[in-house]
């Protein structure tokens, strides 16, 4: 058998493991816009109301209310979802409202790890709105609790020892693979701390979103990811109890054990970055299974009492086993890291958020923590292992060996508690928001991003000269103004209307087009317009619509814009529609 044959049956399962992800794309459910936007003030009744999520909400436990402007429940809507992933609900109006505000109340429930948000969009029919009807309000249902980082923490721990322990046997000479009846101990353990605490983080899952255990596991996304991780955990856990048989029953059970790895990333934050995002995560699981499950198994199942075992076993264990491991630890560790340098690349913005959110600085511990442990493990590695392979060269006395083996595996106990540290962090991590996700830094709404400078636009058209200024006024909130001045730079007295028109064509979210018109400002000076738009990331086709006194048909001028990641308005990769158009910077 070739040395290196045990990590090859470890890269054929995760290879297997692999083929079994499918893409899935969500982040949390927070409000990206509205149809018609904020701002907006009702002639009359609407008959329906699009909200635009940036992930579509789950739709089993979601739940939209219309209520009056004090907070007094009307009615409950049904909702209608469409998009690709659901992301657009559109919410019918079943009867006719009378003039006044209103506010419509929503609860989305993350499709991944089932966070739950809620929100406020406010509603004006017929009557000056109230103060906020140009601003929602949205936050995490609740702040993540110390009960829930703990529980967490110690699915986390059961998880990859019972998944590591399971998969050690991989690496091991054939000698040296203990009866199941040995480990028993040691997985059942495991296997009960992952159920127990698992049916805790249900049972507070439940009271954060407000609906049944049974209404989350079978009619959310994320429940039914954890229902398939407890269903693999519970047949594994059977298997274990009735007792292992033979190579075929091993491979089965780890297969088990990668699914419930496999289940796991489903649900995580990183899923929101789609296939590659899930395929990342569950490789830092599984490097981190290998490498804790592996510690354990050699500090308190494989090396005590070494004098106990035959000269051929010891053997094994120096030459065989320990070096293999040691192998397997180095690739765990690249594998850890690559991963979470990208994983702290997708959701750490910039530096600030490294230490002014939980999720950040519990990233930045977990980092931290990684460094002791990579040093003891640099030096079970290059000094402990090569120390061990020549006593075995050298046929040395048993006396030799002892002090070795203790200090290695007093240096193994300390670096699996090191680990076990760290899962805690994994654990604070999984209940907090990534700061580049709204919410994640509650409580400082006083702290102002910095805003880009007016967007600008001169555009001539027959004998007339368009001005349009888009300006942000805070988040997802514009104000467009729009001035129609003759070739003197005097404003018109005809115009009698400016309007503005808005169509997003980043991708197909349905029929996105919708026209204000703006307000008259100091007699027609200038036409302003105030609300959540353009909002969505992508490009984007703006028309000014100006109808002007005695002309037959009304002005209307089209201007291709691209709204990015950040929010600033530029102009469209695509070729300018006239020629006469001009971006004043």
């Keep these: 058998m070739s040395k290196n044959q045990p990590l090859i049956k470890v890269f054929f399962l995760v290879l297997i493991g692999s083929f079994l992800m499918w ?8 409000l990206a816009a509205v149809e018609p936007p904020l701002g907006t003030v009702f002639d009359e009744s609407p008959e329906f109301i699009t909200l635009i999520f940036t992930q579509g909400p789950d739709t089993g436990p979601s739940e939209y209310f219309l209520e009056s402007a004090d907070g007094e429940p009307i009615s409950t809507f049904t909702p ?3 998009g690709e992933v659901n992301e657009r609900v ?15 109340a929503w609860k989305a429930i993350s499709t991944t790890d089932g966070h739950p948000t809620r929100g406020i969009v406010p509603l004006a029919i017929g009557v000056e709105p109230a103060e906020s009807t140009s601003e929602v309000v949205q936050t995490e249902v609740t702040d993540p609790s110390v009960v829930r980082m703990i529980v967490r923490w110690l699915i986390f721990l059961s998880m990859t020892i019972m998944v590591g322990s399971l998969l050690f046997p991989l690496i091991a000479p054939n000698q040296l693979v203990p009866p199941v009846r040995s480990q028993k101990p040691l997985l059942l353990g495991s296997f009960f701390v992952l159920i127990l605490f698992g049916l805790i983080d249900l049972l507070i899952q439940s ?3 407000g609906a049944s255990i049974t209404n989350i596991l079978l009619e959310s996304q994320w429940g039914l990811y954890q229902l398939t991780k407890y269903i693999f955990a519970l047949a594994i856990g059977a298997l274990i109890f009735s007792g292992i048989q033979g190579r075929l029953g091993r491979l089965f059970v780890q297969l088990l054990s990668l699914g419930v ?3 796991q990333s489903l649900a995580s934050h990183n899923a929101s970055l789609g296939l590659v995002g899930t395929i990342s ?8 299974s290998l490498w804790l499950g592996g510690l354990v198994q050699l500090a308190w199942i494989w090396m005590p009492q070494p004098a106990k075992r035959s000269n051929e076993d010891r053997l094994a264990l120096m030459q065989t086993l320990i070096p293999r491991f040691s192998q397997l630890a180095l690739i765990s560790v690249i594998l850890i890291l690559i991963s979470g340098v990208y994983t702290a690349y997708q959701h750490i913005p910039n530096l600030d958020a490294l230490f002014s959110s939980m999720y950040g600085r519990a990233l930045l511990a ?22 061990m392979k020549q006593w075995v060269q050298s046929h040395s006395e048993d006396h030799s060996l002892k002090p070795i083996l203790s200090r290695f595996r007093r240096l193994v106990a300390v670096e699996a508690l090191l680990i076990v540290a760290v899962l805690f962090f994994a654990g604070v991590l999984t209940t907090a928001s990534p700061p580049h996700l709204p919410g994640a830094h509650r409580g400082h709404h006083e702290e102002t991003a910095e805003v880009e400078p007016p967007f600008l636009i001169h555009h001539a058209v027959e004998d007339m000269m368009l001005e349009i200024q888009i300006e942000q006024i805070q988040d997802q909130q514009r104000v467009l103004t729009a001035k129609v001045l003759d070739l003197e ?27 204000i018109v703006a307000d008259k400002i100091n007699e027609g000076e200038s036409y302003r317009l105030e609300g959540g738009y353009l909002t969505l990331p992508g490009p984007w086709k703006v028309d000014i619509i100006v109808r002007i006194r005695q002309r037959l048909n009304d002005l209307e001028v089209t201007f291709p814009l691209e709204v990015s990641e950040h929010g600033k308005v530029q102009w469209a990769e695509s070729e300018a529609l006239d020629d006469h158009e001009e971006h004043d910077e």
């Design 80 to 82: 209608v979802y469409e």
């Design 23 to 30: 893409v899935n794309t969500s982040a949390h459910s927070y």
């Design 261 to 263: 790895l496999l289940a």
């Design 281 to 288: 995560d569950w490789v830092h699981l599984l490097a981190a």
């Design 366 to 387: 977990k980092g931290i923590l990684l460094l002791p442990i990579i040093a003891l493990a640099a030096v079970n590695r290059f000094v402990l292992v090569p120390k």
């Design 207 to 209: 009271q954060e979103v």
């Design 489 to 515: 730079q005097n404003s018109l007295d005809t115009v009698l209307r400016v309007s503005f028109a808005f169509e997003y064509l980043g991708e197909d979210l349905g029929d996105t087009f919708f026209q």
């Design 90 to 104: 559109i919410l019918n109006f079943d009867e006719t409202l009378a003039d006044g505000n209103y506010r419509i």
